[in-house]
Protein backbone atom coordinates (compact mmCIF):
# COMPACT_ATOMS: atom_id res chain seq x y z
CA UNK A 1 0.00 0.00 0.00
CA UNK A 2 1.46 3.80 -0.98
CA UNK A 3 2.24 5.81 1.88
CA UNK A 4 -0.18 8.19 3.29
CA UNK A 5 0.23 11.22 4.89
CA UNK A 6 0.09 11.73 8.74
CA UNK A 7 -2.89 14.17 8.78
CA UNK A 8 -5.02 11.76 6.77
CA UNK A 9 -3.69 8.96 8.30
CA UNK A 10 -4.91 10.15 11.74
CA UNK A 11 -7.76 11.61 10.70
CA UNK A 12 -10.47 11.02 13.93
CA UNK A 13 -13.07 8.89 12.39
CA UNK A 14 -15.06 9.06 16.11
CA UNK A 15 -16.11 12.03 17.95
CA UNK A 16 -14.27 10.83 21.27
CA UNK A 17 -11.05 10.88 18.95
CA UNK A 18 -11.25 14.74 18.04
CA UNK A 19 -8.90 16.95 20.44
CA UNK A 20 -9.72 20.43 21.64
CA UNK A 21 -13.34 20.49 20.75
CA UNK A 22 -15.24 19.13 23.90
CA UNK A 23 -18.27 21.92 23.72
CA UNK A 24 -18.95 21.10 19.84
CA UNK A 25 -18.74 17.65 20.45
CA UNK A 26 -20.60 17.47 23.58
CA UNK A 27 -23.49 19.55 21.89
CA UNK A 28 -23.86 17.39 18.72
CA UNK A 29 -24.01 13.84 20.99
CA UNK A 30 -26.66 15.75 22.93
CA UNK A 31 -28.34 16.11 20.13
CA UNK A 32 -28.01 13.06 18.92
CA UNK A 33 -29.12 11.24 22.14
CA UNK A 34 -32.02 13.27 22.61
CA UNK A 35 -33.47 13.60 18.81
CA UNK A 36 -32.99 17.02 18.80
CA UNK A 37 -31.39 16.60 15.45
CA UNK A 38 -31.00 20.11 13.42
CA UNK A 39 -31.66 20.57 9.57
CA UNK A 40 -28.64 22.59 8.82
CA UNK A 41 -25.13 23.02 10.62
CA UNK A 42 -22.39 25.27 10.20
CA UNK A 43 -19.28 24.68 11.43
CA UNK A 44 -16.72 27.50 11.42
CA UNK A 45 -12.82 27.93 12.35
CA UNK A 46 -9.58 28.28 11.06
CA UNK A 47 -7.86 25.95 9.02
CA UNK A 48 -6.72 22.14 10.31
CA UNK A 49 -9.14 22.46 13.85
CA UNK A 50 -11.61 19.60 12.61
CA UNK A 51 -14.88 21.14 10.61
CA UNK A 52 -14.97 19.02 8.18
CA UNK A 53 -13.99 16.12 9.89
CA UNK A 54 -16.45 17.19 12.40
CA UNK A 55 -18.84 17.11 9.38
CA UNK A 56 -18.10 13.51 8.34
CA UNK A 57 -18.55 11.85 12.04
CA UNK A 58 -21.50 13.39 12.51
CA UNK A 59 -22.88 12.29 8.74
CA UNK A 60 -21.76 8.98 10.23
CA UNK A 61 -23.27 8.79 13.29
CA UNK A 62 -27.09 10.13 12.19
CA UNK A 63 -26.57 7.30 9.23
CA UNK A 64 -24.99 4.84 11.10
CA UNK A 65 -26.93 1.34 11.07
CA UNK A 66 -26.98 1.15 14.32
CA UNK A 67 -27.88 4.59 15.01
CA UNK A 68 -28.46 7.36 15.09
CA UNK A 69 -25.74 6.75 17.64
CA UNK A 70 -23.15 9.42 20.07
CA UNK A 71 -20.54 7.39 18.34
CA UNK A 72 -20.50 5.48 14.74
CA UNK A 73 -19.32 2.14 15.02
CA UNK A 74 -17.30 2.37 12.06
CA UNK A 75 -17.82 -1.51 10.98
CA UNK A 76 -21.39 -1.17 9.17
CA UNK A 77 -21.47 -0.66 5.25
CA UNK A 78 -22.61 3.20 5.83
CA UNK A 79 -19.96 3.69 8.10
CA UNK A 80 -17.13 2.57 5.85
CA UNK A 81 -18.48 3.99 2.58
CA UNK A 82 -18.89 7.72 4.22
CA UNK A 83 -15.25 6.87 5.64
CA UNK A 84 -14.08 6.42 2.01
CA UNK A 85 -16.05 9.15 0.37
CA UNK A 86 -18.13 6.59 -1.44
CA UNK A 87 -21.70 6.74 -0.30
CA UNK A 88 -24.32 7.84 -2.17
CA UNK A 89 -26.22 9.69 0.16
CA UNK A 90 -23.63 11.23 2.08
CA UNK A 91 -22.62 14.01 -0.55
CA UNK A 92 -19.48 16.66 -0.10
CA UNK A 93 -19.23 19.39 -2.11
CA UNK A 94 -16.72 21.92 -2.62
CA UNK A 95 -17.72 24.96 -3.02
CA UNK A 96 -15.19 26.86 -4.69
CA UNK A 97 -15.93 24.85 -8.09
CA UNK A 98 -19.98 24.65 -7.07
CA UNK A 99 -20.34 28.33 -7.26
CA UNK A 100 -22.90 28.74 -9.82
CA UNK A 101 -27.03 29.18 -9.31
CA UNK A 102 -27.43 26.34 -12.28
CA UNK A 103 -25.40 24.01 -9.56
CA UNK A 104 -27.41 25.15 -6.71
CA UNK A 105 -30.75 24.10 -8.73
CA UNK A 106 -29.35 20.86 -9.63
CA UNK A 107 -28.44 20.01 -5.93
CA UNK A 108 -32.27 20.97 -5.23
CA UNK A 109 -33.77 19.03 -7.40
CA UNK A 110 -31.56 15.97 -5.78
CA UNK A 111 -33.14 17.02 -2.39
CA UNK A 112 -36.56 16.24 -3.79
CA UNK A 113 -35.91 12.18 -4.09
CA UNK A 114 -35.92 9.89 -0.47
CA UNK A 115 -32.14 8.29 0.11
CA UNK A 116 -31.21 5.64 -1.78
CA UNK A 117 -29.93 3.64 1.50
CA UNK A 118 -29.29 5.69 4.43
CA UNK A 119 -31.32 7.82 7.02
CA UNK A 120 -30.68 11.45 5.65
CA UNK A 121 -29.49 12.73 2.49
CA UNK A 122 -26.69 14.63 3.49
CA UNK A 123 -24.65 17.56 1.30
CA UNK A 124 -21.84 18.42 3.42
CA UNK A 125 -20.48 22.06 1.71
CA UNK A 126 -16.80 22.94 2.35
CA UNK A 127 -15.16 26.13 1.96
CA UNK A 128 -18.96 27.56 2.31
CA UNK A 129 -17.81 31.27 2.13
CA UNK A 130 -16.90 30.66 -1.66
CA UNK A 131 -20.88 30.58 -3.34
CA UNK A 132 -21.83 33.65 -4.72
CA UNK A 133 -24.36 35.55 -3.13
CA UNK A 134 -27.22 34.39 -5.97
CA UNK A 135 -26.20 30.46 -5.18
CA UNK A 136 -26.78 31.36 -1.31
CA UNK A 137 -30.32 33.35 -2.34
CA UNK A 138 -31.16 30.32 -4.12
CA UNK A 139 -30.11 27.85 -1.49
CA UNK A 140 -32.02 30.27 0.91
CA UNK A 141 -35.62 28.25 0.92
CA UNK A 142 -34.44 24.78 0.38
CA UNK A 143 -32.28 25.89 4.28
CA UNK A 144 -34.97 27.27 5.48
CA UNK A 145 -37.70 24.37 4.94
CA UNK A 146 -35.70 21.81 3.24
CA UNK A 147 -37.48 18.06 3.62
CA UNK A 148 -37.52 16.04 6.54
CA UNK A 149 -34.44 13.84 4.88
CA UNK A 150 -32.38 16.47 4.26
CA UNK A 151 -29.63 17.49 6.51
CA UNK A 152 -26.80 20.32 4.84
CA UNK A 153 -23.52 20.72 6.75
CA UNK A 154 -21.66 23.75 6.01
CA UNK A 155 -17.66 24.38 6.87
CA UNK A 156 -16.18 27.46 6.35
CA UNK A 157 -13.11 29.11 7.44
CA UNK A 158 -14.91 33.03 6.86
CA UNK A 159 -18.14 33.00 8.46
CA UNK A 160 -18.35 36.46 8.25
CA UNK A 161 -18.69 35.91 4.29
CA UNK A 162 -21.72 34.33 4.92
CA UNK A 163 -24.90 36.05 4.60
CA UNK A 164 -26.77 36.34 7.54
CA UNK A 165 -29.93 34.98 6.05
CA UNK A 166 -28.20 32.11 5.91
CA UNK A 167 -26.75 31.86 9.62
CA UNK A 168 -30.18 32.76 11.01
CA UNK A 169 -31.72 29.80 9.53
CA UNK A 170 -28.41 27.16 10.62
CA UNK A 171 -26.70 25.80 14.02
CA UNK A 172 -23.80 27.67 14.82
CA UNK A 173 -20.88 25.10 15.68
CA UNK A 174 -17.68 27.34 16.41
CA UNK A 175 -14.20 25.50 16.82
CA UNK A 176 -11.35 26.84 18.45
CA UNK A 177 -8.03 26.71 17.47
CA UNK A 178 -6.19 23.72 19.31
CA UNK A 179 -4.06 24.71 22.86
CA UNK A 180 -0.26 24.38 22.73
CA UNK A 181 -0.55 21.01 25.47
CA UNK A 182 -3.90 19.33 23.63
CA UNK A 183 -1.32 19.28 20.45
CA UNK A 184 1.87 18.25 21.30
CA UNK A 185 -0.25 15.55 23.48
CA UNK A 186 -1.54 14.78 20.00
CA UNK A 187 1.90 15.02 18.42
CA UNK A 188 3.63 12.70 20.63
CA UNK A 189 0.64 10.27 20.30
CA UNK A 190 1.22 9.97 16.80
CA UNK A 191 5.17 9.65 17.22
CA UNK A 192 4.36 6.94 19.61
CA UNK A 193 2.01 5.35 16.97
CA UNK A 194 4.61 5.60 14.28
CA UNK A 195 7.65 4.64 16.52
CA UNK A 196 9.03 7.88 16.57
CA UNK A 197 10.98 9.44 19.04
CA UNK A 198 10.98 12.75 19.76
CA UNK A 199 11.75 14.91 22.84
CA UNK A 200 9.14 17.48 23.70
CA UNK A 201 11.16 20.84 22.83
CA UNK A 202 10.74 19.68 19.10
CA UNK A 203 7.22 18.56 19.35
CA UNK A 204 6.93 21.75 21.34
CA UNK A 205 8.14 24.10 18.55
CA UNK A 206 6.62 21.83 15.91
CA UNK A 207 3.49 22.82 17.78
CA UNK A 208 3.92 26.41 18.09
CA UNK A 209 4.88 26.63 13.84
CA UNK A 210 0.93 25.02 13.75
CA UNK A 211 -0.74 27.96 15.52
CA UNK A 212 -3.20 25.90 16.92
CA UNK A 213 -3.91 23.76 13.38
CA UNK A 214 -3.49 19.94 13.85
CA UNK A 215 -3.25 19.18 9.89
CA UNK A 216 -0.29 22.05 9.89
CA UNK A 217 1.22 20.67 12.54
CA UNK A 218 0.93 16.98 11.61
CA UNK A 219 2.17 17.94 7.74
CA UNK A 220 5.33 19.55 9.51
CA UNK A 221 6.12 16.68 11.52
CA UNK A 222 5.64 14.62 8.57
CA UNK A 223 8.50 16.65 6.73
CA UNK A 224 10.68 16.66 9.65
CA UNK A 225 10.36 13.14 9.89
CA UNK A 226 11.77 12.69 6.19
CA UNK A 227 14.57 14.52 7.14
CA UNK A 228 15.33 13.10 10.48
CA UNK A 229 14.36 9.61 10.07
CA UNK A 230 13.16 7.79 13.60
CA UNK A 231 14.83 10.39 15.54
CA UNK A 232 13.62 13.76 16.18
CA UNK A 233 15.15 16.62 17.77
CA UNK A 234 15.27 20.48 18.13
CA UNK A 235 17.61 20.74 16.34
CA UNK A 236 16.84 18.65 13.39
CA UNK A 237 13.29 21.17 13.97
CA UNK A 238 15.28 24.19 13.90
CA UNK A 239 17.18 23.26 10.83
CA UNK A 240 13.59 22.26 8.28
CA UNK A 241 11.58 25.38 9.93
CA UNK A 242 14.50 27.98 9.87
CA UNK A 243 14.59 29.40 13.28
CA UNK A 244 16.75 31.35 14.97
CA UNK A 245 17.65 31.28 18.34
CA UNK A 246 16.48 33.00 21.30
CA UNK A 247 20.19 35.19 21.70
CA UNK A 248 19.72 36.34 17.99
CA UNK A 249 16.22 38.04 18.75
CA UNK A 250 18.33 39.41 22.14
CA UNK A 251 20.52 41.01 19.64
CA UNK A 252 18.24 42.34 16.95
CA UNK A 253 16.29 44.37 19.81
CA UNK A 254 19.29 45.55 21.87
CA UNK A 255 20.00 46.53 18.58
CA UNK A 256 16.62 48.54 18.11
CA UNK A 257 17.11 49.88 21.40
CA UNK A 258 20.34 51.33 20.76
CA UNK A 259 19.12 52.32 16.95
CA UNK A 260 22.55 50.53 15.62
CA UNK A 261 21.07 49.99 12.21
CA UNK A 262 24.84 48.76 10.98
CA UNK A 263 24.31 45.88 13.50
CA UNK A 264 21.01 45.39 12.56
CA UNK A 265 21.62 44.86 8.78
CA UNK A 266 24.41 42.74 10.04
CA UNK A 267 22.40 40.65 11.80
CA UNK A 268 19.89 40.36 8.81
CA UNK A 269 23.03 38.83 6.49
CA UNK A 270 23.77 36.36 9.18
CA UNK A 271 20.17 35.00 9.12
CA UNK A 272 20.03 35.15 5.42
CA UNK A 273 23.33 32.97 5.30
CA UNK A 274 22.15 30.84 7.41
CA UNK A 275 19.02 30.08 5.12
CA UNK A 276 16.24 31.62 7.40
CA UNK A 277 13.07 32.07 6.45
CA UNK A 278 12.05 35.79 7.01
CA UNK A 279 8.85 35.94 7.44
CA UNK A 280 9.02 33.76 9.88
CA UNK A 281 11.85 35.38 11.82
CA UNK A 282 9.87 38.60 11.68
CA UNK A 283 7.14 36.27 13.55
CA UNK A 284 9.41 34.83 15.90
CA UNK A 285 11.02 37.91 16.92
CA UNK A 286 7.36 39.79 17.36
CA UNK A 287 6.86 36.41 20.01
CA UNK A 288 10.18 37.03 21.15
CA UNK A 289 8.74 40.99 22.24
CA UNK A 290 6.07 39.37 23.45
CA UNK A 291 7.29 37.46 25.92
CA UNK A 292 9.24 40.48 26.90
CA UNK A 293 6.26 42.67 27.49
CA UNK A 294 5.34 39.83 29.68
CA UNK A 295 8.11 39.37 31.62
CA UNK A 296 7.96 43.88 32.23
CA UNK A 297 4.63 43.61 32.69
CA UNK A 298 4.98 40.89 36.07
CA UNK A 299 2.68 38.40 34.22
CA UNK A 300 3.71 34.29 35.19
CA UNK A 301 6.79 32.71 33.61
CA UNK A 302 4.63 29.62 32.89
CA UNK A 303 2.75 31.92 30.35
CA UNK A 304 5.70 31.98 28.23
CA UNK A 305 6.16 28.22 28.14
CA UNK A 306 9.76 28.78 27.07
CA UNK A 307 12.77 26.79 28.41
CA UNK A 308 15.62 27.88 31.27
CA UNK A 309 17.85 28.92 28.91
CA UNK A 310 15.85 31.28 27.05
CA UNK A 311 14.00 32.74 30.06
CA UNK A 312 17.88 34.14 30.65
CA UNK A 313 18.08 35.48 27.96
CA UNK A 314 14.47 37.04 28.50
CA UNK A 315 15.19 38.47 31.75
CA UNK A 316 19.08 40.01 30.55
CA UNK A 317 16.93 42.05 28.15
CA UNK A 318 14.28 43.04 29.81
CA UNK A 319 15.78 44.31 32.69
CA UNK A 320 17.87 46.94 29.99
CA UNK A 321 14.52 48.28 28.73
CA UNK A 322 11.20 49.82 30.58
CA UNK A 323 8.00 48.68 29.78
CA UNK A 324 6.75 51.79 27.99
CA UNK A 325 9.81 51.33 25.68
CA UNK A 326 9.05 47.80 25.45
CA UNK A 327 5.54 48.93 24.25
CA UNK A 328 6.62 51.67 21.90
CA UNK A 329 9.26 48.94 20.12
CA UNK A 330 6.10 46.50 20.16
CA UNK A 331 4.42 48.71 18.30
CA UNK A 332 6.49 49.82 15.84
CA UNK A 333 7.28 46.43 14.64
CA UNK A 334 3.39 45.25 14.82
CA UNK A 335 3.10 48.18 12.77
CA UNK A 336 4.67 46.42 9.57
CA UNK A 337 3.17 42.61 9.96
CA UNK A 338 0.83 42.91 7.66
CA UNK A 339 3.31 44.40 5.38
CA UNK A 340 5.86 41.61 5.87
CA UNK A 341 3.29 38.81 5.07
CA UNK A 342 2.33 39.88 2.22
CA UNK A 343 5.71 41.68 0.31
CA UNK A 344 7.03 39.56 -2.52
CA UNK A 345 10.41 40.95 -1.36
CA UNK A 346 9.92 39.58 2.43
CA UNK A 347 14.00 40.11 3.65
CA UNK A 348 13.64 43.81 2.30
CA UNK A 349 10.39 44.27 3.76
CA UNK A 350 12.17 42.81 7.08
CA UNK A 351 15.09 45.38 7.08
CA UNK A 352 12.48 48.45 6.49
CA UNK A 353 10.29 47.38 9.28
CA UNK A 354 13.63 46.64 11.62
CA UNK A 355 15.17 50.00 10.06
CA UNK A 356 12.07 52.05 10.98
CA UNK A 357 11.67 50.41 14.68
CA UNK A 358 15.78 51.82 15.06
CA UNK A 359 14.39 55.14 15.23
CA UNK A 360 12.78 54.55 19.19
CA UNK A 361 15.90 56.38 19.89
CA UNK A 362 15.17 59.60 18.14
CA UNK A 363 11.64 59.54 19.55
CA UNK A 364 13.31 59.54 22.78
CA UNK A 365 14.77 62.28 21.85
CA UNK A 366 12.36 64.30 19.92
CA UNK A 367 9.85 63.79 23.17
CA UNK A 368 12.63 65.22 25.63
CA UNK A 369 13.02 67.88 23.12
CA UNK A 370 9.33 68.73 22.98
CA UNK A 371 9.51 68.56 26.50
CA UNK A 372 11.85 71.55 26.95
CA UNK A 373 14.16 69.09 29.02
CA UNK A 374 17.53 67.14 28.30
CA UNK A 375 17.47 63.60 29.23
CA UNK A 376 17.41 62.85 32.93
CA UNK A 377 20.57 61.19 32.68
CA UNK A 378 22.98 64.20 31.13
CA UNK A 379 21.09 67.16 32.72
CA UNK A 380 23.51 69.00 34.69
CA UNK A 381 22.55 70.12 38.53
CA UNK A 382 21.07 73.43 39.21
CA UNK A 383 21.82 76.22 41.52
CA UNK A 384 18.60 75.29 44.41
CA UNK A 385 16.06 77.75 44.05
CA UNK A 386 15.94 81.28 46.14
CA UNK A 387 13.80 80.70 49.64
CA UNK A 388 10.21 81.60 49.29
CA UNK A 389 8.90 84.39 51.71
CA UNK A 390 6.87 82.66 54.21
CA UNK A 391 6.06 83.35 58.04
CA UNK A 392 8.84 81.89 60.61
CA UNK A 393 7.75 79.17 62.51
CA UNK A 394 8.80 77.58 66.09
CA UNK A 395 11.51 74.80 64.97
CA UNK A 396 9.11 72.16 66.54
CA UNK A 397 5.99 73.04 64.53
CA UNK A 398 8.41 73.59 61.17
CA UNK A 399 9.96 70.34 61.35
CA UNK A 400 5.96 68.53 61.49
CA UNK A 401 4.44 70.45 59.16
CA UNK A 402 6.89 71.65 56.66
CA UNK A 403 7.62 68.91 53.45
CA UNK A 404 11.16 68.17 53.21
CA UNK A 405 13.12 70.54 51.02
CA UNK A 406 13.43 69.42 47.56
CA UNK A 407 14.42 70.66 44.00
CA UNK A 408 11.22 71.93 42.42
CA UNK A 409 13.06 70.10 38.98
CA UNK A 410 12.47 66.38 41.14
CA UNK A 411 8.84 66.65 40.27
CA UNK A 412 9.53 67.77 36.89
CA UNK A 413 12.05 64.27 36.25
CA UNK A 414 9.66 62.04 37.39
CA UNK A 415 6.58 63.50 35.40
CA UNK A 416 8.93 63.61 32.19
CA UNK A 417 9.97 59.43 32.93
CA UNK A 418 6.16 58.68 33.85
CA UNK A 419 3.80 60.88 31.92
CA UNK A 420 6.01 62.35 29.35
CA UNK A 421 3.19 63.35 27.30
CA UNK A 422 2.21 65.44 30.08
CA UNK A 423 5.47 66.73 30.49
CA UNK A 424 5.36 68.11 27.14
CA UNK A 425 2.57 70.25 27.68
CA UNK A 426 3.99 71.32 31.29
CA UNK A 427 6.86 72.44 29.04
CA UNK A 428 4.79 75.34 27.17
CA UNK A 429 4.06 76.90 30.59
CA UNK A 430 4.99 80.30 30.88
CA UNK A 431 6.00 79.82 34.12
CA UNK A 432 6.53 77.13 37.02
CA UNK A 433 6.95 77.31 40.62
CA UNK A 434 6.63 75.47 44.15
CA UNK A 435 5.49 77.34 46.72
CA UNK A 436 4.80 75.23 49.73
CA UNK A 437 2.89 72.53 49.21
CA UNK A 438 1.81 74.12 46.07
CA UNK A 439 3.18 73.74 42.50
CA UNK A 440 2.06 76.76 40.25
CA UNK A 441 1.51 76.57 36.47
CA UNK A 442 1.56 80.06 34.36
CA UNK A 443 0.27 79.49 31.14
CA UNK A 444 -0.57 82.43 28.47
CA UNK A 445 -3.08 80.41 26.69
CA UNK A 446 -6.06 78.04 28.28
CA UNK A 447 -5.77 75.51 25.44
CA UNK A 448 -2.38 74.42 26.62
CA UNK A 449 -3.23 74.53 30.49
CA UNK A 450 -5.70 72.41 29.44
CA UNK A 451 -4.69 68.99 29.62
CA UNK A 452 -3.02 69.47 32.75
CA UNK A 453 -6.53 70.67 34.09
CA UNK A 454 -8.03 67.45 33.41
CA UNK A 455 -5.58 65.43 34.55
CA UNK A 456 -5.01 67.81 38.01
CA UNK A 457 -5.61 64.88 40.22
CA UNK A 458 -3.26 62.17 39.01
CA UNK A 459 -0.63 65.55 39.23
CA UNK A 460 -1.42 65.81 42.73
CA UNK A 461 -0.54 62.14 43.74
CA UNK A 462 2.54 62.16 41.18
CA UNK A 463 3.79 65.20 43.40
CA UNK A 464 2.78 63.92 46.52
CA UNK A 465 4.65 60.81 45.81
CA UNK A 466 7.93 63.27 44.99
CA UNK A 467 7.56 65.42 47.85
CA UNK A 468 6.47 62.65 50.74
CA UNK A 469 3.63 64.90 51.66
CA UNK A 470 0.30 66.25 50.55
CA UNK A 471 0.50 68.95 47.65
CA UNK A 472 -1.98 70.64 45.13
CA UNK A 473 -1.39 71.87 41.94
CA UNK A 474 -2.83 74.90 40.33
CA UNK A 475 -2.86 76.03 37.06
CA UNK A 476 -3.12 79.47 35.81
CA UNK A 477 -3.49 81.59 32.77
CA UNK A 478 -1.90 84.70 32.68
CA UNK A 479 -4.55 87.81 32.53
CA UNK A 480 -5.17 89.74 28.85
CA UNK A 481 -5.14 93.10 28.53
CA UNK A 482 -8.93 94.41 28.28
CA UNK A 483 -8.60 96.47 25.14
CA UNK A 484 -5.83 94.61 23.41
CA UNK A 485 -6.66 92.10 20.30
CA UNK A 486 -5.60 88.92 20.29
CA UNK A 487 -4.35 87.73 17.09
CA UNK A 488 -6.12 84.58 17.34
CA UNK A 489 -9.53 86.67 17.98
CA UNK A 490 -9.26 88.00 14.31
CA UNK A 491 -11.62 85.69 12.02
CA UNK A 492 -9.21 83.75 9.68
CA UNK A 493 -9.95 80.74 8.16
CA UNK A 494 -6.73 79.05 8.07
CA UNK A 495 -6.38 79.97 11.70
CA UNK A 496 -9.74 78.07 12.61
CA UNK A 497 -8.14 74.61 10.58
CA UNK A 498 -8.66 71.65 12.96
CA UNK A 499 -5.08 70.69 11.51
CA UNK A 500 -4.06 73.95 12.50
CA UNK A 501 -5.64 74.29 15.63
CA UNK A 502 -3.99 70.82 16.55
CA UNK A 503 -0.81 71.85 16.05
CA UNK A 504 -0.94 74.72 18.48
CA UNK A 505 -2.62 72.98 20.74
CA UNK A 506 0.26 70.08 20.93
CA UNK A 507 2.98 72.10 20.15
CA UNK A 508 2.50 75.73 21.55
CA UNK A 509 2.76 77.19 18.25
CA UNK A 510 1.71 80.82 17.24
CA UNK A 511 -0.26 81.80 14.04
CA UNK A 512 2.36 84.88 12.99
CA UNK A 513 1.51 85.37 9.89
CA UNK A 514 -0.69 84.36 6.58
CA UNK A 515 0.46 83.57 3.26
CA UNK A 516 -1.48 82.42 0.01
Given at each position: ??????????????????????????????????????????????????????????????????????????????????????????????????????????????????????????????????????????????????????????????????????????????????????????????????????????????????????????????????????????????????????????????????????????????????????????????????????????????????????????????????????????????????????????????????????????????????????????????????????????????????PPEQNPDDFLTRLQKTRP??????????????????????????????????????????????????MDVAIETATEKPNARRAE????????????????????????????
Amino acid sequence: MSYQALARKYRPQTFKDIVGQETVVRTLQNAIKDGRIHHAYLFSGVRGVGKTTVARILAKALNCEHGPAAEPDNTCTICREITEGIDLDVREIDAATYTGVDNIRELRDVTQFQPARDRYRIFIVDEAHMLSAPAWNALLKLIEEPPPHVIFMFATTEMQKVPQTIISRVQKNILRKITLPDLIARLAQICKAEGIEADRTALEIVARRGEGSVRDSLSLLDQIIAFSGRTVSAEDVATILGLSDTNFFARIVTHIADGDHAAILEALQDASDGGRDFKMLYRDLLNFVRNLLLLAGGANEAMLAASPEDLATLHSVAKTLSYTELLRIANLLLRDDETVNKAEHQRLAVEIALLKAATFPRLRAVEEALSGSEPVERRPPRAPEPATRQTRKAPAAEAAAAPPEQNPDDFLTRLQKTRPMLAGYAAAAKSFAKEGNRIIWTFDDRDLAQPLIDERASLEQLASEVYGTRMDVAIETATEKPNARRAEDKPSPLRDDPVVRAFQKHLGGELMKEKR
